[in-house]
């Protein structure tokens, strides 16, 4: 392949500049960037690693856990359970200041835990919804309602952690938050 005088111009993935990219497969303009990239990936396994630790440590027969409990366990974000709590969603039991503590069932109800090793734990609650299942859309109602495909409201849907149950082959949501969301728009 003549590659001499082929010019293709990219964006750096992580400075965002501009540059001649020798190959098709080429992603930094410098090596400065794609050391940056290859700390970034190291960082990131080196705290993916720490919240397995972590999340292997709860025992899981304990029903309270602390939100930073909760991140390590379910892989969501502090912002996304302080939201859910606001909304009262997930009940908090607060125990003084920074000692906050959810019920794991409330939580699970909405967010799969992310090590299988607490999926056991999982089986073991009672299986209840939140919202009744007379308040919910499934998938396939909001699609038809609002004229959006299915694969964008299940992003939606993720995107602003809104709370979920799949029972059988339908997952549902609650109409007030699915109505909020897309009304708005
Ligand atoms: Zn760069």
């Given amino acids: 392949m003549p590659s001499s005088k082929f010019i293709l111009q990219k964006t750096c993935e992580i400075c965002g500049k501009q ?26 396994e ?18 309270y856990i602390s939100i930073t409990e ?9 912002d ?6 606001r909304k009262g969603n997930i009940p908090a039991v607060n125990l003084g200041e920074r000692l906050n503590r959810i019920n794991k069932a409330n939580i699970e109800l909405m967010f799969p835990p992310v090590n ?4 056991a734990s999982m089986k073991e609650q009672p299986q209840k919804l939140i919202y009744d299942q007379s308040e919910c859309y499934t ?18 849907i993720r995107k602003n952690s809104i709370p979920r149950k799949q029972i059988g082959k339908f997952v549902y949501v609650p109409k007030a938050e699915i109505d ?3 009304d708005n728009k």
Avoid: D, H, M
């Fill in 19 to 44: 540059f001649n990219a020798k190959t098709v497969y080429s992603k930094f303009c410098s090596k400065k960037c794609s050391n940056a990239e290859y700390r970034k990936k190291k960082a990131q």
């Fill in 46 to 63: 080196k705290q993916e690693e720490k919240r397995k630790q972590l999340a292997e440590r709860i025992p899981a027969e304990r029903p």
């Fill in 70 to 78: 909760a991140v390590a366990l379910y892989g969501i974000s502090r």
């Fill in 80 to 85: 996304t359970i302080y939201r859910q709590i």
């Fill in 116 to 119: 299988s090793s607490n999926i």
């Fill in 139 to 156: 998938i396939g109602e909001i699609s038809e309602k609002y004229g959006i495909s299915p694969s964008t409201v299940n992003k939606a």
């Fill in 180 to 182: 909020q969301l897309f």
